[in-house]
């Protein structure tokens, strides 16, 4: 099949994915089922028509709002769309059609529904988390860069390390600091990306968490005491060793 419309087909493929991505960013927090009933306006609870439910284009024919109330529809809803067509693109543009490529789709699809829900409630639920590292581990055993091992000390090093980490802040401030949603959601990143992913995740996750921690701090004038949720950064830092992370790794010792 040609690759361009091979391409089109993945892209449309996570389009469809992302809309069903908010209905869990949606639901999952407020214990709804993300199966029944279908897509609702979450103002006027009427039921979303199929023509107007087409990801990307069905948020723009109807100009941003529901077509019974007229309430505005967050732009956030085609934005999570297109991330997740984009991510699928990319995941088949480095690893082609192969289950190495689903396995990670499926990875960030999960990431991207903790990251909202984060963002939204900081929360990382546990019924994603928790099943998600006994699953993630299992499907490590077809990645063919990953094997039972460093599945397992991915695991042990990503949550002990932050549990650690959580443990001295709470020894030395009595207070809580690193949350058990991260301590577990970098057990499930461990356990598909083995140890060395763990520690890449952990690198970028602190340099982009403290860059964006600054910049906000300075834009809102807000003390130091401003919490930010960590989860988003870890998901940052686990799928740029997936897109990157060997790459990078390699280069680095190259020039030391």
Not at 110 to 128: A, H, K, Q
Not at 137 to 145: D, E, G, K, N
Request: overall charge positive; glycine content about 10%; hydrophobic content about 55%.
């Amino acid at each position: 099949m040609n690759i361009v419309l091979m391409g089109v087909i993945v892209v449309v493929f996570g389009l469809c994915v992302g809309s069903f991505l908010n209905v869990c960013i949606y639901r999952i927090p407020a214990s709804k089922s993300i199966v029944y009933p279908g897509s609702m306006c979450p103002t006027c609870g009427t039921a979303i028509r199929y023509y107007d439910n087409i990801p990307l284009l069905g948020y723009f024919w109807l100009g941003g709002k529901c077509r019974q109330c007229r309430s505005p529809i967050s732009i956030r809803y085609p934005l999570i769309e297109l991330l997740t067509g984009t991510v699928a693109l990319g995941l088949f543009l480095k690893y082609g059609v192969s289950i190495e490529a689903l396995i990670y789709f499926a990875f960030a699809c999960v990431l991207i529904v903790i990251t909202f829900i984060d963002i939204d409630y900081r929360i990382i639920p546990d019924r994603i988390s928790l099943p998600g590292i006994v699953v993630f581990f299992l499907a490590a055993m077809a990645v063919p860069s990953m094997n039972w091992l460093d599945a397992l000390l991915g695991v042990v090093i990503g949550g002990g390390s932050l549990f650690l980490v959580a443990l001295v802040y709470h020894l030395l401030t009595r207070k809580e600091g690193m949350g058990g949603g991260d301590i577990k959601l970098l057990a499930m990143i461990g356990a598909l990306i083995g140890w060395k992913g763990v520690l890449f995740t952990i690198f970028v996750s602190s340099a982009v968490g403290t860059l964006s921690g600054l910049t906000i701090m300075m834009a809102t004038r807000q003390n130091m005491k401003l919490a930010v949720p960590f989860g988003p950064f870890l998901s940052i830092g686990a799928l740029s060793y997936v897109f990157f992370g060997p790459q990078l790794i390699s280069w680095y010792f190259r020039l030391t």
